[in-house]
């Protein structure tokens, strides 16, 4: 009964999370950690992993939602849950554009969004952020990071990214 409980709350999370009303999400995704533990949630849920880091996100807690999208890479990608690493990969993307890193931003989405894996949610959550930086950015410096997008492999970018973001990816 608890356990239920615990996946009520975290789709509680997630639906929270679509209506933007981030605070609220914020707690449902604290319930429902506090009654699955964070080891079972990894078990249990494939894309929802990253739900708390899009929570942060929208709260505009940068340091949290980097703190949580990191988790979701490196429980995702021991776990061979590619969905959740791709949705972790373009919470990053949003994170970086939030902060700065437009070009690495692209090139992060296009990865992504370009993966057989990834999920619709993902690609819908992802589409405005792409439409702004392709929009927004020169069109030599769009090529440039699609091309460098579309030229690496996932594992090598979830290095590369856990290593960028430290410390805050350290658990």
């Given at each position: ?8 709350l975290?789709?509680?999370g997630?639906l929270?999370?679509t209506?933007?009303q981030?605070?609220?999400a ?5 319930d ?5 533990g ?7 849920f494939?894309l929802?992993l990253?739900?708390?880091g ?6 505009e807690a940068y340091?949290?939602?980097?703190q ?14 590619m969905p ?6 373009a919470g990053l ?9 437009a ?12 993966h057989?894996a990834c ?5 819908d959550?992802?589409?405005p952020l792409?439409?702004e930086?392709t929009a ?7 090529a440039a990071a699609?091309?460098s997008?579309?030229g690496k492999?996932?594992?090598?970018v ?6 960028q973001m ?5 658990e």
């Amino acid at each position: 009964m608890e356990m239920t409980r615990g996946h009520i709350l975290w789709r509680l999370g997630r639906l929270a999370n679509t209506l933007a009303q981030y605070r609220e999400a914020k707690a449902y995704f604290a319930d429902a950690l506090a009654i699955l533990g964070q080891a079972r949630m990894h078990n249990h849920f494939n894309l929802e992993l990253a739900g708390p880091g899009w929570t942060a996100l929208g709260l505009e807690a940068y340091a949290e939602a980097g703190q949580h999208f990191c988790r979701t890479l490196r429980a995702s990608t021991t776990g061979g849950q590619m969905p959740a690493t791709l949705d972790a990969l373009a919470g990053l993307a949003h994170l970086l554009a939030k902060t700065g890193g437009a070009e690495r931003a692209l090139a992060l989405l296009t990865l992504a969004l370009h993966h057989p894996a990834c999920a619709q949610e993902t690609k819908d959550t992802a589409a405005p952020l792409l439409a702004e930086l392709t929009a927004t950015l020169s069109s030599e410096v769009v090529a440039a990071a699609q091309a460098s997008g579309k030229g690496k492999r996932i594992e090598e970018v979830v290095e590369e990214m856990l290593g960028q973001m430290e410390p805050g990816c350290v658990e």
